[in-house]
């Protein structure tokens, strides 16, 4: 157990829609990455925030939104979801930035 | 792109050390390299980091060559519950992304 949390373990939902992921970093910890992995893809870092503020942008297409609240946590927010926007989400944070932790990850149905 | 050259799988008997090599040979001077696994479709895992030094801890040693091109991470006695895909990855200390490449499925066999 990693300590990060996330929900909803599994989401499943249709095309067009729009949906909140959310994440609990581990206690103290003020940096939350999220990361997409399909299986085309791989694992690819959409962003980065850190004590509430944006730090670093990855792949994260525009229909795609996330913010850091002051308890810290954060939530992915996707929208105008398409069938390629089924994939594992996981949610990762890290006190120093060197060991990232990483939650289970919430698995994304676009039907 | 991800900076790592891996062996797609391999096999280790259970009990024995397992030793999965990394190629970076581009690597710069504040590079660190990085090893984590995903068991299955779990989060993946932190294992190690090291930048020019040999590293140990409690799940595994990190082994990176003299001129840093190449690294080996070795565990020591690997278990079937090391069963998993391993992911070497460098990234300038603590302030860059994770990039993963594809990795090595590491499979231990009884």
């Known amino acids: 157990d990693s300590g990060v949390t996330q929900t909803p373990k599994h989401l499943i939902t249709a095309t067009g829609q729009r949906v909140t992921l959310r994440c609990s970093p581990r206690?103290?910890?003020?940096?939350v990455y999220w990361y997409q992995q399909s299986l085309d893809q791989g694992l690819q870092f959409l962003i980065q925030?850190?004590?509430?503020?944006?730090?670093a942008k990855g792949n994260i297409l525009e229909r795609f939104s996330a913010q850091q609240f002051p308890d810290l946590h954060s939530e992915l927010n996707l929208s105008s979801l398409e069938l390629g926007d089924s994939a594992l989400y996981f949610c990762?944070?890290?006190?120093?930035?060197?060991?990232?932790?990483f939650g289970p990850g919430t698995r994304l149905t676009v039907t | 792109d991800a900076k790592t050259t891996q062996p797609p799988s391999m096999d280790c008997a259970e009990g024995r050390a397992a030793n999965l090599p990394c190629n970076h040979s581009?690597?710069?001077?504040?590079?660190?390299v990085y090893w984590y696994r995903q068991i299955h479709s779990q989060g993946p895992q932190y294992i190690i980091h090291?930048?020019?030094n040999n590293e140990t801890n409690e799940m595994a040693s990190l082994i990176i060559t003299e001129d840093r091109k190449s690294s080996t991470l070795i565990l020591p006695h690997a278990t079937l519950r090391d069963t998993a895909v391993y992911y070497c990855?460098?990234?300038?200390?603590?302030?860059?992304?994770?990039?993963f490449g594809t990795g090595t499925r590491l499979q231990v066999f009884p």
């Open positions: 990762a944070s890290s006190a120093d930035g060197y060991e990232q932790y």
């Open positions: 206690s103290g910890d003020l940096s």
């Open positions: 925030y850190y004590n509430g503020e944006e730090r």
């Open positions: 581009t690597i710069s001077g504040n590079e660190y």
């Open positions: 090291g930048l020019k």
């Open positions: 990855i460098v990234r300038v200390g603590n302030t860059d992304k994770l990039i």
